[in-house]
């Protein structure tokens, strides 16, 4: 059903923003009752060891709490993951310092403080092996000797044949470290009791259909007698996928055997300290290229760090191994993806999830292999840049939707590439200048929507009612953490319908109330649920028609020889009450993926950009400031400019405190060094470069009028762009992140030694 666009593609103000910016946006910790009950876990004081138990001081009065050990888990004693392998509580070892072995709560926080101080874990310390360093070391001396929580294998064509066809096969490694979510609001999830025994979840996070299952798992509950509610969520940007399954089960459990409402809520150390963080990685690469730039052929072992469990490593680890030989036709890639185990913080989910590692990786290397060959980095990329007809390294055939090169065109004319550059090299030669300039340049690409088959598996589903006032409610699980969802998609409801965009209503979820749309995550609330939207809004009108035997006739409905309003047809057709629709996600027709052999369509669209970054690096202290960035990006139908300008900025001025501030790292005994703000540096508005923000508009088939995801996409480019921008501007690369003065005076000495 073709409609015109009154809405999407202009730039609606968010339905949020007056109550967050005027402060009466009430969050988690405005909503629990004065009375409720405050909880935390006992941690494991080292990050390997033996659990022995408790140790209690016998002067504290234990009356005055409520104390929760494994053998009381009424259900199974597991956080419901991908694998079910992460106990709830520990009972016999502890893999990661501060790893939970029982749970307390008290009537106020003087007290639970008390009771964190008087009863403490007895573990019998292990030597822990913590890192991405000793993850790199082990990986070069004895790969053997790690432990995997996931591996896989991404092959095409013959590698070893495509080595021996280049005229040159340059090789790297490249170290990513972790990175802390820093979002606004730290981790808070609430647990209420009902009088027949199901319990009310609610806090800030991104998947109430993830925390559901794991609560009920946890206390031995059928999953819908567990509801769960989103609060209003200060940010999140992944670190709300899977952590709050963890809380929410805890405060669960304590509910329980209070009988009282229980908050689970962190302080910013404890959160920084406790929470999971982006995969360290660490890449080797083989790249074979022929002297006239194409290249032959992608080898690669691809490595996570996915610390003490599994979590949600497999994903993460695909994404990446996926995205690893970039938006490049190469007729022969092997990628071996690894994630292992270590003796930190169980790593999670985090914007691009796996992707701005890999690519952070090929995109440097890929400078590296036009400076062997003697040939311009832009002129490499764009001699092997994919195109319709191209097979990705998954075998996929692209058919629909690639706009890269119009990308790479759009950020070459805006920034003045060429002309930019030789301004830069002439400033350098200035012996003078305390300073030197650098241009960098990068693509980047991301898939939206789950891996291959999950789409599918997920089988999402959402709902749509209409009242009599004619209002309508979208019902999905899908959630708002500051991307605009509920702008969004009531702009593409209220196109789909042709209604004011002021009659659709898209409320925060509960699950006694939507049905699972699937969650918040990998760039497909807008590509997925906003397509589901829109057939839900075709089928709306389909079943008013119905009713009235009336046909859809511009703003209004014909029915005989008159036209009703909008208005007059809803009251009619919900006079035995509101009209309630649902549709399922299908997967566009011709998709088919081996998840053994990570062979075939791995996504049903990707996304496209491609970014130039200049920066000054100071010739005494090594210090960068990055003045300029251009990016430019293909989500194909853009539906709010505003917010999708919002969404790339942020994730540029995210990707910048990754690729040169963002540090954390692990003592040998396994504690996180940067656990508060004045260790952990992120960027201010001081550090932003001027953004030069476009968009090419190449529509996909299969999205709400063309769109494809987006939240992602933007993190994957700036980190190697501003690598290649400070090789150019020093000439010496520093192959980690993040690129810190201390590792760049590092390379230059090194390279002058070197030269």
Not at 86 to 107: D, F, I, N, Q, W
Request: aromatic letters at 6%; hydrophobic letters at 40%.
């Amino acid at each position: 059903m073709a409609t015109a666009s009154r809405y999407s593609g202009q730039s609606v103000s968010r339905v949020d923003s007056l109550g967050k910016a005027g402060g009466a946006t009430r969050y988690v910790r405005d909503l629990v009752a004065a009375d409720a009950w405050v909880g935390a876990a006992i941690r494991s004081p080292v990050a390997a060891g033996r659990v022995r138990g408790l140790r209690v001081d016998p002067a504290f009065d234990r009356s005055r709490i409520v104390l929760v050990e494994p053998h009381e888990i009424p259900g199974e004693n597991t956080i419901a993951f991908i694998q079910r392998d992460m106990p709830c509580l520990a009972t016999s070892e502890v893999r990661y310092l501060g790893e939970p072995v029982a749970l307390v709560a008290a009537p106020d926080r003087e007290t639970l403080a008390a009771a964190l101080a008087a009863i403490t874990a007895d573990v019998e310390p292990q030597t822990p092996f913590v890192g991405i360093d000793a993850v790199a070391e082990a990986m070069r001396r004895d790969p053997a000797s790690l432990h995997d929580l996931y591996a896989l294998t991404i092959s095409k064509g013959d590698v070893t044949r495509g080595l021996a066809e280049a005229d040159a096969i340059v090789e790297g490694e490249y170290l990513t470290a972790p990175q802390e979510h820093a979002y606004l609001e730290p981790q808070a999830m609430a647990a209420t009791p009902r009088p027949d025994g199901s319990l009310r979840i609610f806090g800030s996070l991104q998947c109430p259909y993830y925390v559901q299952p794991s609560v009920a798992l946890a206390l031995g509950l059928e999953p819908q007698r567990v509801i769960v509610e989103q609060c209003a969520t200060g940010g999140a940007f992944g670190g709300k996928e899977d952590f709050p399954s963890i809380i929410a089960t805890y405060a669960a459990l304590l509910a329980r055997k209070s009988g009282r409402t229980v908050i689970i809520d962190f302080d910013r150390q404890v959160d920084m300290a406790m929470t999971t963080k982006r995969h360290a990685s660490y890449t080797r690469l083989s790249v074979g290229v022929t002297r006239d730039g194409v290249i032959t052929a992608i080898d690669a072992d691809f490595t996570i760090d996915g610390g003490a469990y599994v979590t949600l490593s497999p994903v993460v680890l695909s994404r990446g191994s996926i995205h690893l030989a970039g938006p490049y036709r190469t007729p022969h890639v092997q990628v071996r993806g690894r994630a292992v185990r270590t003796n930190a913080m169980p790593a999670g989910a985090f914007r691009g999830f796996g992707a701005p590692q890999a690519i952070f990786a090929i995109e440097s290397h890929l400078d590296r292999v036009a400076h062997a060959i003697g040939m311009d980095p832009l002129l490499l990329r764009r001699r092997n840049l994919l195109r319709i007809g191209d097979t990705t390294a998954t075998g996929q055939t692209l058919t629909d939707s690639v706009a890269i090169e119009a990308c790479f065109d759009a950020v070459v004319e805006r920034s003045d590439f060429d002309a930019r550059r030789a301004r830069v090299q002439a400033q350098r030669r200035d012996d003078a200048a305390r300073s030197a300039s650098g241009l960098g340049f990068a693509l980047f690409w991301h898939g939206g929507g789950f891996t291959g088959s999950g789409e599918k598996k997920l089988a999402s589903r959402c709902a749509m009612s209409l009242d009599r006032d004619g209002s309508v409610t979208i019902l999905a699980a899908n959630t708002e953490f500051g991307q605009g969802a509920q702008t969004t998609l009531p702009q593409i409801a209220a196109d789909a319908l042709r209604v004011p965009l002021d009659r659709v209503r898209y409320p925060l979820p509960n699950t006694a109330h939507v049905p699972n749309s699937g969650p918040t995550v990998a760039s497909r609330t807008t590509m997925v649920v906003g397509k589901l939207v829109e057939l839900c809004a075709y089928a709306l009108v389909r079943d008013i028609e119905q009713r009235l035997g009336a046909t859809r006739h511009d703003d209004g409905f014909a029915l005989g020889d008159q036209v009703i309003t909008w208005y007059d047809a809803a009251a009619r057709a919900c006079l035995d009450g509101p009209i309630r629709v649902e549709q399922q996600y299908q997967l566009p027709p011709g998709l088919h993926w081996d998840d053994d052999q990570h062979r075939g369509d791995a996504y049903p669209a990707y996304s496209w950009g491609a970014i130039a970054a200049e920066v000054e690096v100071d010739r005494a202290t090594s210090d960068v400031a990055c003045t300029h960035v251009w990016c430019t990006v293909d989500i194909g139908t853009v539906i709010n400019p505003r917010e999708a300008r919002g969404q790339v900025e942020g994730a540029l001025a995210q990707a910048l405190g990754w690729a040169l501030l963002e540090q954390v790292s692990y003592t040998p005994e396994g504690r996180v060094r940067e656990d508060r703000f004045q260790t952990y540096i992120i960027p201010t508005t001081s550090d932003m470069p001027r953004m030069d923000v476009t968009f090419v508009e190449a529509p996909w088939h299969g999205g709400p009028f063309g769109a494809k995801g987006l939240g992602e996409l933007p993190m994957n480019g700036l980190a190697p762009a501003l690598h290649n921008a400070i090789r150019d501007a020093v000439e010496a690369a520093v192959a980690r992140l993040p690129m810190s003065p201390e590792r760049i005076d590092a390379a230059r000495h090194a390279a002058r030694r070197s030269r």
